[in-house]
């Protein structure tokens, strides 16, 4: 039996992984568990019906990502009934965002497909013993964490108010939002995942769960039909190939965008001296930023072949060109890796949430067709079944007998936070806790001026981007969690101080 090390974004999912360790599972077996308990523990921040990515690159073999992305959804559904259902609403949560709620906001589900793929190809322990720890979590009750707390605060109504069962338990008898820390009991979900355990994901996409989710879509409006929940499928992809230093990283490929512009930085930044960072180093961190999160706004949001554009990219930034130009926004992640040499990278996510809980699921289901900043094709996003744009980039990273496996949440900060993380463990050699803790930069693109962000102790450059420093630390900046293992070393793992996370070692 081999032994793990975890980085995922609570404790109680760390515990998870250890659980399913103790019962000899192995880096698979323990991500899947812990991402499963994080996606249903985490409201408002994530949820099953959403998206997923997950990296695998096992000992002497080749990596895989699964693709487990939400899709288009509308199979048999005639064009008058595309683009119906969705409510717009604002909330004042990251500074003011608009999305799309409701029935029409919802796209095909594809996570719970992704896992089972998973862990059918690589895993060792059982389905039900990686189901047992959600589902003892969501039938005694957990925590409701602070990162959700604070997300809710601005959500809590507006979307979240959409179901009886989902608003009952986040908000007290008089309508105000639980404490952090309270205990949250949320009606039917135990018995949902506890069915799933028993019979499968086909529940979800072919059985009765599969067909409450499609018809409460339909009666409101939505597009989600039977249809696209029985024909959806997990798909094995080749994850796109980065080196930096002496290190290979695989990390999630086209169609998502996560991936392609995180290689692209990484290119444009491998070769950075000294190995420390200067005013020097980071004016160049911030023009690799500054262009790949350019060309992906420019060129791979709206490409109607994201693959060509994001080889496009990469090229640019192997051959040096990239740069040429400038010289003159819910996420949970769980790492995992193990002594046989596998590691194992998930994230996933469910978008703002639709508000949306189909009735006896205990589901909330997501509004990715809604993340107008992210998908901005809008309701009608494109031919049906084809997947929805994704800045996740669950990655795994080998050199000369060590294996790392990493990943953020964070929006589009997914790609910035992982590119500072990488140079500064894999490039200038910083113990793994201080290279996820360093203060960070990012550009942001989102809005109508480009501005640069940071972290305070940055000695930075001089720019003409208007810049925002942060008083302290903060979850703006993403989560990284990473999780080593070295043939001389052994095992380590580390979470982000800009979040709540968890870590766990469990050695036989």
Same mark, same amino acid.
């Given at each position: 039996m081999a032994n793990v090390a975890v980085a995922t974004t609570s404790q109680l999912a760390a515990e998870?992984?250890?659980?399913?360790?103790?019962?000899?599972?192995?880096?698979?077996?323990?991500?899947?568990?812990?991402?499963?308990?994080?996606?249903?523990?985490?409201?408002?921040?994530?949820?099953?019906?959403?998206?997923?990515?997950?990296?695998?690159?096992?000992?002497?073999?080749?990596?895989?990502?699964?693709?487990?992305?939400?899709?288009?959804?509308?199979a048999g559904l005639a064009a008058a009934e595309h683009g119906r259902g969705a409510v717009n609403v604002s909330i004042n949560y990251g500074g003011g965002i608009e999305t799309l709620i409701g029935p029409g906001s919802v796209s095909i589900p594809g996570s719970l497909a992704a896992i089972e793929y998973a862990w059918k190809k690589y895993g060792a322990a059982s389905w039900e013993s990686i189901f047992a720890p959600v589902i003892r979590a969501t039938r005694e009750g957990f925590a409701l964490s602070a990162a959700c707390h604070y997300y809710l605060g601005y959500s809590g109504n507006c979307i979240f108010g959409r179901s009886d069962d989902g608003y009952s338990a986040l908000h007290h008898a008089d309508g105000s939002?639980?404490?952090?820390?309270?205990?949250?009991?949320?009606?039917?979900?135990?018995?949902?995942?506890?069915?799933?355990?028993?019979?499968?994901?086909?529940?979800?996409?072919?059985?009765?769960?599969?067909?409450?989710?499609?018809?409460?879509?339909?009666?409101?409006?939505?597009?989600?039909?039977?249809?696209?929940?029985?024909?959806?499928?997990?798909?094995?992809r080749q994850p796109l190939l980065a080196t930096i230093g002496d290190w290979s990283i695989a990390t999630n490929p086209a169609p998502a965008v996560g991936g392609a512009v995180l290689s692209a930085m990484l290119m444009s930044c491998s070769e950075l001296q000294p190995h420390v960072w200067t005013r020097t180093t980071l004016e160049r961190l911030i023009q690799t930023q500054r262009a790949c999160l350019d060309f992906r706004v420019q060129r791979l949001d709206l490409a109607e072949d994201v693959g060509a554009e994001a080889g496009r990219l990469i090229e640019l930034a192997r051959s040096g060109q990239l740069l040429s130009r400038w010289t003159s926004a819910s996420t949970v992640h769980t790492s995992v890796v193990d002594s046989s040499g596998t590691g194992c990278a998930i994230t996933a996510s469910s978008g703002y949430g639709s508000g949306e809980m189909p009735l006896g699921t205990g589901l909330w289901l997501n509004n990715c067709l809604g993340e107008?900043?992210?998908?901005?094709?809008?309701?009608?996003?494109?031919?049906?079944?084809?997947? +929805?744009?994704?800045? !996740?980039?669950?990655?795994? #990273?080998?050199?000369?007998?060590?294996?790392?496996?990493?990943? %953020?949440? =964070?929006?589009?900060?997914?790609?910035?936070?992982?590119?500072?993380?990488?140079?500064?463990? +894999?490039?200038?050699? !910083?113990?793994?806790?201080? #290279?996820?803790?360093?203060?960070?930069?990012?550009?942001?693109? %989102?809005? =109508?001026?480009?501005?640069?962000m940071a972290e305070p102790g940055l000695d930075l450059p001089d720019t003409d981007l208007p810049v925002t420093v942060f008083r302290d630390l903060t979850m703006y900046f993403g989560g990284v969690g990473a999780a080593v293992y070295d043939k001389v070393s052994g095992l380590a793992s580390a979470a982000d101080p800009r979040r709540e996370g968890g870590t766990c070692i469990y050695e036989h």
């Open positions: 998870a992984a250890r659980e399913v360790a103790a019962a000899g599972g192995n880096a698979v077996d323990c991500a899947l568990s812990a991402a499963l308990l994080t996606m249903n523990t985490e409201p408002g921040v994530c949820a099953l019906a959403g998206s997923a990515f997950i990296t695998v690159w096992p000992e002497s073999r080749d990596p895989v990502t699964i693709d487990g992305n939400v899709a288009v959804p509308g939002l639980r404490d952090a820390g309270s205990t949250i009991l949320i009606p039917h979900l135990a018995d949902s995942l506890e069915a799933i355990s028993k019979e499968g994901a086909r529940l979800f996409y072919e059985g009765e769960l599969g067909a409450r989710i499609s018809d409460h879509c339909r009666a409101g409006g939505g597009m989600l039909t039977r249809e696209d929940l029985a024909t959806y499928r997990a798909i094995e107008i900043e992210l998908n901005r094709r809008g309701l009608d996003a494109g031919p049906i079944g084809s997947r +929805l744009p994704s800045n !996740m980039a669950p990655s795994v #990273a080998r050199s000369n007998g060590s294996v790392l496996a990493v990943g %953020s949440p =964070g929006a589009d900060r997914i790609t910035t936070a992982l590119q500072q993380f990488l140079i500064n463990y +894999l490039l200038f050699d !910083m113990p793994l806790e201080d #290279a996820i803790a360093h203060p960070r930069i990012h550009v942001d693109t %989102s809005g =109508g001026t480009v501005k640069l």
